[in-house]
């Protein structure tokens, strides 16, 4: 008999929509090898058994040389069927508007160029990744800013 519930995600499917994305085709890793390694540690995998794959969406793009003034998004990661995106950047009160121009320009990207990508998302999809240390500051425009956008700096991206 047929399961005519709610359909599952497939195991893959982040795989799939990567490889129908024509802009980043070329561009899908296996597990976290997408990520630049001095950036690895950043992203906590509870289970790397549950990680579908990852997509360095920054340097794909500009490898084609697409977007190349734009402020780009880095990368996308596959963790039990859910994508979730992340941007490692300094994150000190003059980096809020560059990576709040990031965070627009994928959500455009998305939209417009990655839609079956854009379907995988997490709820909660965005994440603003410290480079080193958080230097905004506390109740700060800037900070409110970024707590509107849903998007205050962690320390390291743990998906559980």
């Given at each position: 008999?047929?399961?005519?519930?709610?359909?599952?995600?497939?195991?893959g499917?982040?795989?799939?929509?990567?490889?129908?994305t024509?802009?980043?085709?070329?561009?899908?890793?296996?597990?976290?090898?997408a990520i630049?390694?001095?950036?690895?540690?950043?992203?906590?995998?509870?289970?790397?058994?549950?990680?579908g794959?990852?997509?360095?969406?920054?340097q794909?793009?500009?490898?084609?040389?697409?977007?190349?003034?734009?402020?780009?998004?880095?990368?996308?990661i596959?963790?039990?069927?859910?994508?979730?995106?992340?941007?490692?950047?300094?994150?000190?009160?003059?980096?809020?508007?560059?990576?709040?121009?990031?965070?627009?320009?994928?959500?455009?990207?998305?939209?417009q160029?990655?839609?079956?990508?854009?379907?995988?998302?997490?709820?909660?999809?965005?994440?603003w990744?410290?480079?080193?240390?958080?230097?905004?500051?506390?109740?700060?425009?800037?900070?409110?800013?970024?707590v509107q956008?849903?998007?205050?700096?962690?320390?390291?991206?743990?998906?559980?």
């Amino acid at each position: 008999m047929k399961n005519r519930g709610k359909s599952k995600k497939v195991k893959g499917s982040f795989k799939q929509a990567v490889q129908s994305t024509i802009e980043v085709k070329h561009c899908y890793c296996e597990g976290k090898q997408a990520i630049k390694n001095e950036e690895k540690g950043k992203v906590e995998l509870i289970d790397p058994r549950q990680c579908g794959g990852s997509l360095f969406i920054d340097q794909c793009l500009l490898d084609q040389k697409l977007y190349t003034c734009d402020n780009r998004w880095d990368y996308a990661i596959d963790y039990k069927g859910e994508v979730f995106f992340f941007e490692v950047h300094t994150a000190s009160s003059d980096q809020v508007s560059t990576v709040l121009k990031k965070l627009q320009w994928l959500k455009d990207w998305l939209n417009q160029k990655a839609p079956e990508i854009n379907k995988l998302k997490s709820i909660s999809a965005y994440y603003w990744v410290q480079s080193s240390g958080y230097h905004i500051l506390p109740n700060s425009v800037y900070e409110r800013l970024v707590v509107q956008k849903g998007l205050k700096p962690i320390p390291k991206l743990v998906l559980k």
